[in-house]
């Protein structure tokens, strides 16, 4: 039991450890970051796609290719893998114009319900004011800063990955006494 729980700590650790390292580069390098994303979705649909055709052509002669479409998704999954491939920085823009207005959209909402708790006398509304400010800036900040969500995404992973070391080492250092 004692290699057991000694193995999964180390495991634990060097896992943090890689979290954290693919934090640093997401927030150090959030284009190189999102390229290499939209070049795994890329590839990934352009597998699908020859993976469609393959399966068209080899079932060809059963009836039942009458009734799929294989063909037509396996090009338009190709076509999607190329696209997103070669327009990925075009892609994060959209996505994160979306996202940002969306979450300026929800600050403006619990603007309104801040107002609205105060008109009932509820001690919350000034909280809900100040979350509903921050929603509205952060949703500013990621409309109009490009990579502000790998940024934001390698803030998270980062930190998740640095609770994660710490409470490791504090399982590794009282190992003996849970046994």
């Known amino acids: ?40 979705i890329g590839v990934f649909f352009i597998v699908v796609g020859v993976i469609k055709l393959i399966n068209y052509f080899v079932g060809k002669g059963n009836n039942s290719t009458l009734f799929t479409n294989d063909i037509a998704w396996g090009l338009i999954a190709i076509v999607l893998g190329l696209v997103t491939m070669v327009y990925s920085s075009t892609i ?16 403006f909402m619990r603007f309104t319900v801040s107002f609205r708790l105060k008109n009932v006398n509820s001690k919350l509304w000034a909280f809900v004011l100040i979350l509903a400010v921050a929603m509205i800036v952060g949703g500013i900040y990621v409309t109009f800063y490009p990579g502000a969500l790998i940024v934001t995404l390698g ?9 994660d070391l710490i409470e490791s080492f504090i399982f590794m250092r009282n190992m003996k006494d849970m046994l």
């Open 155 to 163: 803030v998270i992973i980062l930190v998740y990955a640095i609770m």
């Open 1 to 40: 039991m004692d290699k057991f729980l000694k193995k999964a700590g180390w495991t634990s650790i060097l896992t943090s450890i890689i979290f954290a390292i693919i934090g640093l580069i997401m927030i150090y390098n959030p284009t190189t970051t999102m390229m290499f994303i939209s070049t795994i």
């Open 92 to 107: 994060e823009s959209i996505l994160r114009i979306m996202i940002g207005i969306w979450i300026i959209y929800s600050g």
